[in-house]
């Protein structure tokens, strides 16, 4: 019984020094979306964050959050394919780092996803026209559970349509930026954009104006040719 109540006191102190190593810490998130007409694309996702000293670096990575399998589990279900998975220590700032990428054939599938669980990823159609894009961004956005005052959360999508609506916090043409801390997502929020989608099969008028241009110039060629 004593080394029962022991084992119990030890783990339960373990488990103190990791949420207190995690909130004195500056966790940064950034993950970049690119969705295509048809709905599927591609994301990477880069965290990092800084120790103070070897030894908690190592703690952190013991913890899974840079720990490569780790991360390819909770980032990978049968909707998306993983592309990549690095984790990396930088010496020069003493910071820790994961880059993730995949691909995926489906946004509203990547729900499926450990890591996404929750995150009510969507794309909506309104009309013929007009489709909405929206993501909950957890209290965690990172998905593994900790959570931190400090956090850094950057969220890029390119979306394939002409931008309607949206509260982004920066936006250039169809490229939208959300960027928050912790502190302002609170308990949760929506990020959002209304869209009307590019057209599968348009072709851009430059293409006909250059294909116009092309004959005109062969045709001028062969005349001249034929003159001399």
């Avoid at 880069?46 to 991360?71: A, C």
């Avoid at 599938?109 to 794309?123: G, M, Q, Y």
């Avoid at 002409?162 to 929506?190: F, M, Q, S």
């Amino acid at each position: 019984m004593i080394l029962k109540k022991i084992a119990g006191f030890m783990k339960k102190t373990i488990a103190l020094l990791f949420i207190s190593l995690l909130t004195t810490g500056c966790l940064n998130y950034t993950q970049v979306t690119t969705i295509k007409t048809d709905g599927s694309g591609k994301m990477f996702i880069h965290y990092w964050m800084k120790w103070t000293s070897q030894r908690d670096s190592i703690i952190v990575e013991q913890l899974g959050l840079f720990n490569p399998d780790s991360v390819r589990k909770v980032f990978t279900s049968g909707f998306n394919k993983l592309t990549s998975v690095v984790t990396y220590r930088n010496y020069n700032d003493s910071t820790i780092h994961a880059q993730v990428e995949f691909e995926f054939t489906n946004l509203d599938s990547l729900n499926a996803t450990p890591v996404f669980r929750d995150s009510k990823l969507s794309i909506k159609e309104i009309d013929d026209n007009t489709k909405v894009f929206s993501q909950f961004i957890k209290p965690v956005a990172t998905g593994f559970g900790f959570e931190s005052g400090n956090f850094s959360l950057t969220f890029i999508y390119y979306l394939p349509g002409e931008i309607l609506n949206h509260n982004a916090t920066e936006i250039t043409r169809n490229k939208l930026t959300w960027r928050y801390t912790l502190d302002e997502i609170g308990t949760g929020k929506y990020i959002t954009a209304t869209y009307r989608p590019f057209k599968l099969k348009e072709t851009p008028p430059w293409i006909y104006y250059a294909a116009l241009f092309v004959l005109l110039t062969v045709i001028v060629f062969l005349f001249t040719k034929r003159v001399r």
